[in-house]
């Protein structure tokens, strides 16, 4: 029994030493900044033809991304009628733990060929993982043994718990608080948990959730939350909650779906046969104003969320059957485009001088970061499946994310 215990305390060391973040990490939707930028990479000297599969594992299905913290890879995805919630190891693939729930969901019609999910990216904060699933249930587990220390669902409090084609917001932890827009459609609140025992802080009720997720955006010395909901782009205090502007916004189909870029003291959004957009948010006295800094109504973006990187917006347009773009970030004008019929939707990852594309039928582009023209170095054929889930760059290797598993390929 001694003897058992020392060697639990000792794993239990080793685990939070693997805990320990590093440059490489990912914790989060889009990125350690949640603005879909890798913030290091080294680019090899020669790009290979084929990239080398280190390790491949069936784990699920669904398209929410993985997240990276320390050595381990965090995962959600499906398997049969379960949502399951997975720690691999970074450098083999060998599944460290697993739990699973229950969460049988039929789908809308219109949303079968995108499958049951979860869809939501998990967030990795203080040795914790919090998942949001396509039914709405907020778990929160401990990061080293895989213990669920918390778990909310939603049915008592609205008459559906997510949106008419299934939770997609990933959840946001900023000071010490959990926020996610729960609820489903017409009926929902976006809702602020401690991040440690899971008891709601604040909340607002104004608006069912869309599909976007939210960021921080800090403006008048006041961090704000910033998301679309069902029908509007709306700011929130992230401390009490509190409304402080909101934009009529809605899409056909009711699809409000692009998470918003802060670039320097504007937002940039979009929406499905919108535009794009960019707006200031200004306080005169005790109210808070918006105002359009710029519109281009040429490129506008469907399930894609851009990456504004130096003074450059990169994205993915819906138009043309799927267009790459670039804008002037402080003006709006359009720098140049493809041809288009790129595909469905592509994830963007910027890293360094270049721009990582994953398309959804498994090709990554990578391509310079350049606001002259459009220049593809290597297009690789990553997987064996669609490909919706964004992908994670890790030093020299990049984590894909395919229809049931996941891999990792090397750079190099």
């Known amino acids: 029994m001694f003897l058992s215990k020392i060697a639990s305390r000792i ?26 930028v890798a913030i290091s990479f080294s680019a090899p000297k020669v790009w290979p033809e084929k990239l080398k599969t280190i390790w491949k594992v069936p784990i699920g299905i669904g398209h929410s991304s993985p997240v990276v913290a320390g050595r381990r890879v965090y995962l959600h995805s499906r398997q049969g009628e379960n949502e399951v919630a997975s720690c691999l190891d970074l450098d083999t693939g060998k599944v460290l733990w697993q739990d699973s729930y229950p969460t049988p969901y039929t789908m809308n019609p ?18 914790k993982l919090y998942t949001f699933g396509i039914t709405g249930i907020l778990s929160c587990y401990d ?10 669902e939603f049915s008592k ?45 604040w909340s607002w009720t104004g608006d069912g959730p869309g599909y976007a997720s939210p960021v921080v955006f800090e403006s008048g010395g006041l961090n704000q939350i910033v998301t679309q ?61 918006t105002e359009q800094v710029w519109a281009n109504a040429d490129v506008s973006m469907y399930m894609n969320s851009p990456v504004a990187t130096g003074d450059n917006l990169f994205g993915f347009s819906h138009k043309r059957k799927g267009q790459f773009f670039c804008l002037d970030a402080r003006t709006g004008q ?31 582009i990578v391509a310079k970061r ?6 593809a170095l290597k297009k690789y054929s990553v997987a064996d499946s669609p490909t919706w889930a964004h992908p994670v760059i890790v030093g020299n290797r990049v984590l894909i994310k395919d229809a049931s598993t996941i891999a990792l390929l090397s750079l190099e």
């Open 11 to 36: 794993y239990i060391v080793l685990a939070l030493a693997s805990q320990i973040s590093f440059a490489q990490d990912w914790p989060q939707w889009r990125g350690p900044n949640r603005d879909g």
């Open 110 to 127: 219109a949303a079968t060929s995108h499958g049951k999910g979860p869809k939501s990216t998990p967030v990795v904060y203080n040795n």
């Open 143 to 152: 990061t080293v043994t895989g213990k669920v220390n918390w778990r909310k």
């Open 157 to 201: 409090q609205f008459k559906t718990t997510s949106p008419l084609y299934g939770s997609a917001t990933s959840p946001i932890v900023h000071n010490g608080l959990v926020i996610v827009h729960v609820g489903g459609h017409d009926s929902g609140a976006l809702t602020a948990f401690n991040a440690e025992t899971g008891e709601v802080k």
């Open 229 to 289: 909901t069902q029908k509007s782009i709306a700011g929130f205090s992230s401390a009490s909650g509190e409304l402080l502007w909101q934009i009529p916004f809605e899409t056909a189909y009711v699809q409000n779906i692009v998470t918003p870029v802060v670039y320097k003291q504007t937002l940039i959004v979009s929406g499905l046969d919108k535009g794009t957009m960019a707006i200031k948010t200004t306080k005169r006295g005790d109210k808070w104003e």
């Open 334 to 364: 359009t720098l140049w485009t493809t041809t288009g019929r790129e595909g469905d939707n592509a994830a963007l990852i910027a890293a360094g001088q270049f721009l990582f594309l994953l398309t959804d039928n498994a090709e990554l």
């Open 370 to 375: 350049d606001a002259k023209q459009f220049e």
